[in-house]
């Protein structure tokens, strides 16, 4: 496993640590999970970006609906 160092101020660091406390997280859950939703976010940005400009070059496969039938998920549980 790796470690990440960050440099932040006292008020930042204050901050960030309530926060987590508040929502049952420890400082590195929370920014971990914070910087992979932030670059999951950029993701499906690019994508759909991505669709709306060349839509012949990307498949389609459904809506979300069907993708989870055709997985046996249960649309209504997500």
Avoid at 64 to 74: E, N, Y
């Amino acid at each position: 496993m790796a470690t990440l160092s960050l440099r932040i101020s006292e008020e930042e660091k204050e901050k960030i640590s309530n926060f987590a406390k508040q929502n049952n997280l420890t400082i590195s859950e929370f920014i971990l999970k914070t910087a992979l939703e932030k670059i999951e976010n950029k993701e499906d940005y690019l994508l759909g970006e991505a669709i709306m400009l060349n839509p012949k070059e990307i498949e389609i496969v459904g809506d979300l609906k069907t993708i989870s039938k055709k997985f046996g998920i249960d649309y209504d549980k997500l």
